[in-house]
C-alpha cells in the first residue's frame, strides 16, 4: 500500500498527470466507457481575478455623454516544469495553466506588435477576439465609503491588481472633490482666477450630478482624506515589479502616501526579503502600521 501510494504520489501528483494523460500513456485503459471517463474528469472550477481599474476614472476622461468601460485584470501566465524522475517517462513535464495559458494566446499578438491592436480597431473585417466573463460582487473587498479612513493595502505579486484599481479610484475621488472646490469659489465670488473658466478648470463629466453632490457634501464637512500605505513584493525589481511605473506616479501625486517595496531574489543576496520582513525588521516602518492600525483605525487589506 505505501509502495502504491508514493507511485501515485510521484506519477500521479508530482507530474500532475490528468485522466487523459493516464489514457494516452496507457492504451490499454481506453475501453474506458463514456459514462466512466465523464465520472473520472472533475470539474473545470471558475478562475476569479480582481479588477485593477475603476469606472469612475473612465467616465470623467469621456467626451461625450456615453463613455466606454475599460476593465482591466492582471495575470500571472502558469508555465512550469515538473521534477525529473530517473527511469520514469515522460517526467519533467512543461505544464500551463488553463485559464492564463489562454490568455496569454489573446493577449500574444497585442504584445508582441504594437501596432496590432490598431490595425484591428480599424479594421472592420477582422475579428477581435472575446473572452467569457462573469462579474462575482464582493461585499468586503472594498473601499471604505468614508474617505477620511487611513488605508494600508498588502498585495504582492499579481495580488497587487485590485490595489491599482482601489488607487485610481482615490484618484478619480479627488479629482471631483478639486472640481467640486473650484466651482464653488466660483459661485460665493472667491475666485482669484481670470473672469473666464476653461473646461479643464471644472473637469467633471456630463451627467455626473450624484459625483457632484458626493463630493460637495464631503467638502462641505471639512474631511480631510486619509492615508494609504501600499506593501507590494516580488522577486525581481526588474523583472515582476508590477506597476512600478503607475505606482510611483501614485507617490509622487500624493494619492500613496507610503510605497514599501520588497524584493526576494534582488542582487544575489542570500537573506530574502519579503513584505513582513519591512514590517517586522524596519522599525520606522512597524511603528508606522501599528500607529495607522491602533491609533487611526486604518483598514486592512491583504
Not at 99 to 110: D, F, H, I, K
Not at 136 to 151: A, C, D, Q, V, Y
Not at 152 to 161: S, V
Not at 258 to 281: C, H, I, P, W
Request: with cysteine.
Amino acid at each position: 500500500k505505501e509502495g502504491c501510494t508514493n507511485l501515485y504520489q510521484k506519477y500521479v501528483e508530482e507530474q500532475y498527470r490528468t485522466v487523459v494523460d493516464v489514457l494516452r500513456e496507457f492504451p490499454s485503459s481506453q475501453s474506458i466507457t463514456l459514462e466512466g471517463l465523464l465520472g473520472c474528469l472533475p470539474s473545470i472550477p471558475p478562475r476569479y481575478y480582481s479588477v485593477c481599474s475603476s469606472p469612475l476614472l473612465d467616465r470623467q476622461s469621456a467626451t461625450n455623454e456615453t463613455y466606454n468601460f475599460h476593465l482591466k485584470v492582471a495575470f500571472s501566465v502558469v508555465d512550469y516544469l515538473t521534477p525529473s524522475i530517473p527511469d520514469v517517462a515522460n517526467s519533467h513535464r512543461r505544464i500551463g495553466g488553463l485559464a492564463t495559458r489562454r490568455l496569454e494566446c489573446v493577449c500574444s499578438p497585442y504584445l508582441c506588435n504594437p501596432h496590432h491592436a490598431a490595425a484591428n480597431a480599424s479594421s472592420t473585417s477582422l475579428k477581435l477576439p472575446t473572452i467569457h466573463i462573469f462579474p462575482k460582487p464582493t461585499h468586503e473587498f472594498r473601499l471604505p465609503p468614508n474617505m477620511s479612513t487611513p488605508l494600508i493595502l498588502i498585495g504582492p505579486g499579481t495580488g497587487i491588481a485590485p490595489f491599482i484599481g482601489f488607487l485610481s479610484h482615490r484618484q478619480a475621488q479627488l479629482a471631483l472633490l478639486e472640481s467640486t472646490e473650484a466651482a464653488e469659489m466660483v459661485s460665493e465670488g472667491t475666485w482669484r482666477g481670470g473672469y473666464e473658466l476653461d473646461r479643464e478648470d471644472l473637469a467633471l463629466s456630463k451627467g455626473d450630478t450624484r459625483g457632484l453632490n458626493l463630493a460637495a457634501d464631503y467638502m462641505s464637512k471639512n474631511h480631510h482624506t486619509g492615508d494609504i500605505d501600499l506593501f507590494f513584493g516580488c522577486r525581481h525589481s526588474d523583472h515582476d515589479y508590477l506597476y512600478k511605473k503607475e505606482l510611483e506616479e501614485f507617490k509622487s501625486r500624493g494619492i500613496l502616501t507610503n510605497l514599501y517595496v520588497a524584493f526576494s531574489r534582488d542582487g544575489g543576496k542570500q537573506e530574502k526579503t519579503y513584505v513582513q520582513t519591512l514590517m517586522q525588521n524596519d522599525v520606522q516602518c512597524g511603528k508606522r502600521v501599528v500607529l495607522m492600525i491602533m491609533e487611526k483605525s486604518a483598514s486592512v487589506y491583504v
